[in-house]
């Protein structure tokens, strides 16, 4: 599975299970607007981290963050490599 | 057999609390520098009585940067955690006058910053998995006064503070988190206490007392359980009445 395709299906079962309603997942799409909330994102980096073995968002240095979606799987993208 | 991670769990309140769980059916995982000679006699009879309930996991919990590499570890390991204790804590006392900076930094970095972020980790781990429960041992010291230990105090106050908005942050992903206050408890903690010191809090305490470590284990073992299940934010004081 892809980082991308990975990204894409956290998103789509943890709105599921959380009863959020996602919006339409393009690549512009701010997380903000994404319907999503921090507890639900929280879930995300859990879950992706068991099944990518990365979590871009752990490291000490790291202080910057992700605005749209495509910045989002970039951030998984560049730390898997 | 539910997971549950007692830090500093080699000695003292913790050694008693891992005993405890793993007695009620838990798998308890002991988190401490050092496996200590009672740690071991517990393995033994942990494995004896309830095979696979006690397990003993080697870290320092002031290695704060590991604390992410711990925690997948252990998920890896032992499968998803129920419960984390968050009970390791240092107990240096001295008035703050002379306290020398290193010293106050090693007391918030143990007792404070690498609770909140093994937390943090395990937190995670537990929303991911649907639920869980965390008991942070606290101590009648962040909410009332003793001389000699205002550093330490200030870490205590920290962990009850934390543990309110947690439980308000995590409730709804179904974590309850709760403290335990233990008053003093004869552990090598507080064997700095001279007999007249103790005597006084004995004096001073309704039951005339103090507590032992096993009503500190019972307090968290409920917190624990299902019948607590409706339980979360909140400070359970095991002080034999010393602060009533």
């Known amino acids: 599975m892809s980082v991308r395709s990975a990204v894409l299906s956290q998103f789509k079962q943890v709105a599921q299970e ?26 995300i980096v859990t879950r992706l981290e068991d099944a990518l073995g990365v979590d871009p968002f752990t490291s000490t240095e790291q202080t910057e963050f992700p605005v749209t979606l495509a910045d989002f799987i970039r951030f998984y993208e560049d730390a898997a490599k | 057999m539910r997971n ?34 009672p740690l071991r006699s517990a393995l033994q009879e942990a494995e004896r009585d309830h095979p696979g309930s006690l397990r003993f996991v080697a870290f320092d919990l002031a290695e704060i940067d590991a604390i992410p590499r711990l925690v997948r570890a252990l998920r890896k390991e032992f499968g998803p955690i129920y419960g984390l204790v968050n009970n390791a804590a240092v107990g240096f006392d001295g008035i703050l006058a002379l306290m020398p900076t290193s010293q106050i930094e090693q007391l918030v970095r143990v007792n404070t910053l690498s609770p909140i972020v093994l937390t943090k ?124």
């Not at chain 2, 309140?13 to 007695?23: S, T």
């Open chain 2, 4 to 37: 549950v991670l007692v830090t500093g769990g080699s000695r003292g309140l913790g050694l008693g609390i891992v005993r405890r769980l793993a007695a009620a059916g838990y798998r308890a995982i002991a988190v401490a520098r050092k496996e200590s000679d």
């Open chain 2, 121 to 244: 980790h395990v937190v995670r781990s537990m929303m991911a998995d649907g639920g869980g429960r965390i008991v942070n041992v606290a101590s009648v010291v962040g909410f009332t006064g003793y001389s000699g230990l205002s550093v330490y105090a200030a870490t205590k106050a920290s962990i009850i503070g934390f543990t309110r908005s947690l439980a308000r942050e995590v409730g709804r992903m179904g974590v309850n988190v709760n403290s335990v206050a233990p008053g003093f408890v004869d552990t090598d903690m507080t064997r700095g206490l001279k007999a007249e010191q103790r005597q006084q809090i004995e004096r001073r305490s309704a039951l005339q007392r103090l507590p032992g470590i096993d009503d500190v284990a019972c307090a968290v073992e409920f917190l624990l359980g299902d019948g607590a299940k409706s339980i979360t934010g909140t400070v359970l004081t095991v002080d034999a009445g010393n602060t009533a």
């Open chain 1, 18 to 43: 959380q009863n959020k309603k996602l919006a339409p997942l393009s690549d512009d799409l701010p997380l903000s607007e994404s319907g999503l909330d921090s507890l639900c994102f929280a879930i």
